[in-house]
């Protein structure tokens, strides 16, 4: 209950910034090229907060949070006072009007810069890009990674956090070429490991992508300790609690973590016995692990527990990526440019079927996200909301009417013909693209369920 509520909560406030974000963009350029604003709201349907300010602007906050809109004075849309016709949106010249559809998306733009600026200011904490012996007979195997090899850079690129090796890998996989990457090895000598897709088909769901090729992260060895645990968890609903370690299970001597994993694994919801030290003293737990499926599809188990790990290895495993202000803006820029061209080459691919449709998605898994991200720290929270901000604006650049990409397309066609499109034919155009709309909508959901019933 208490998790939901979190993600409900983030969900308003994410969805509330970045909205307010875009709208100002368009309302903040509206104003400064002339144009008279009617309405600024945050929302649709009721309003449930109202002000008119001195300018004569309607702001108000409204009841469904998803989305907003700026209202400005147009003779598409009423009559216009005489005296206020140069004020009108539709009497603006063609590259104001063009600046003002701009402007929303420019925000959001804008905002991910600030938001990665900061996090980067700050420090971003991410796990170092170290891997384990690679699957047996995959790719990353035929490419001669090994076990101890610290990835530098991937096609030249550098990546100091095992995320960003990830990010780099899921927008180059689906092109089918040869990938190279650098590594330093556990000699410490520089290597370069190769990726072959180019005979790879099944490589459409960027979630799996990692595990697909084979390649692991560092699987360090750790004592079968616990250190936390999920609220409501096999391991909490049993009594397990932090501090204990796990001597004997299912009549084996437990050797270490993984092989305590190993054994949770092989007992989807089959209790067994274990024996635990306490606090010196040892004592029998039963436990009956719950079950869900892994990334092969393999019903194995699990308990809702991670292990404790040693100041010193931690260290070894753990990089912060930071960088003075100048710097920091730099990196931002960069990062905000490389995160919308992978946002549009996977709309890209998802339209063309080289990229599954099930990465699409709706404001519930959004609000499951923000939910985990809200109670991860600010820094995740602040990284979500710079990655939404820039699919959205990216999504609002699409050429689809009733998107802003749409109403620019309209005042593209406008320049090369000399003259707007009849009112027929953007109408025809508004039609569809709502059509549109309603369909990507309707997928998003459909996934966002798919994946809550799954």
Do not use: C
């Not at 070429?177 to 099944?202: G, M």
């Not at 393999?298 to 790990?309: N, Y």
């Amino acid at each position: 209950m208490i998790d939901s509520l979190i993600s409900v909560l983030a969900l308003i406030v994410t969805l509330g910034v970045l909205v307010t974000v875009h709208e100002f963009g368009h309302f903040w350029v509206a104003r400064r090229l002339g144009v008279k604003v009617l309405k600024f709201s945050i929302g649709f349907g009721r309003p449930l907060w109202q002000r008119r300010g001195r300018d004569g602007t309607d702001y108000v906050i409204a009841a469904l949070p998803l989305g907003g809109y700026v209202k400005m004075l147009d003779g598409r849309e009423g009559e216009v006072p005489s005296d206020q016709a140069h004020q009108a949106f539709d009497r603006q010249p063609i590259v104001s009007r063009i600046a003002i559809v701009l402007a929303g998306p420019l925000g959001n733009f804008l905002f991910a810069i600030l938001a990665y600026s900061l996090m980067f200011m700050i420090g971003v904490p991410g796990a170092t890009p170290l891997l384990d012996d690679p699957t047996p007979n995959s790719l990353a195997a035929a490419g001669g990674f090994r076990k101890g090899d610290r990835v530098e850079a991937v096609e030249g690129k550098p990546t100091p956090t095992l995320s960003a090796v990830m990010l780099e890998l899921v927008d180059r996989a689906m092109s089918g070429e040869v990938i190279q990457i650098k590594v330093i090895d556990a000699e410490d000598r520089a290597r370069t490991r190769l990726l072959d897709l180019r005979d790879s088909t099944n490589l459409s769901d960027a979630a799996q992508m990692f595990s697909q090729v084979g390649l692991m992260p560092l699987r360090p060895v750790l004592p079968a300790v616990i250190g936390q645990l999920a609220r409501g968890g096999a391991a909490e609903q049993a009594g397990l609690q932090p501090g204990d370690r796990i001597v004997r299970a299912d009549g084996q001597i437990v050797t270490d973590w993984q092989h305590w994993r190993d054994i949770i694994e092989r007992h989807p919801e089959l209790p067994f016995s274990i024996r635990i030290e306490r606090d010196g003293l040892e004592q029998t737990v039963d436990l009956v692990p719950d079950a869900r499926e892994n990334e092969r599809g393999a019903r194995v188990g699990f308990i809702g527990a991670i292990a404790d790990v040693p100041d010193d290895i931690a260290r070894s495993l753990r990089v912060v990526v930071q960088y003075g202000p100048l710097d920091a803006v730099g990196a931002a820029m960069g990062k905000t440019w490389d995160m919308s061209l992978l946002t549009l080459r996977m709309l890209g691919r998802m339209l063309v079927g080289r990229a599954s449709l099930d990465n699409l998605s709706g404001p519930l898994t959004i609000a499951q996200y923000a939910g985990q991200a809200a109670s991860a720290g600010f820094i995740a929270f602040l990284s979500l909301l710079a990655l939404v901000s820039i699919s959205l604006g990216v999504l609002n650049l699409l050429p689809v009417p009733v998107l802003d990409g749409g109403h620019l397309l309209y005042y593209l066609i406008e320049l090369l013909k000399g003259s707007p499109l009849s009112e027929a034919v953007q109408n025809v155009g508004q039609r569809v693209g709502m059509i549109v709309l309603l369909l990507l909508m309707g997928l998003a959901l459909f996934n966002d369920f798919n994946r809550l019933l799954g």
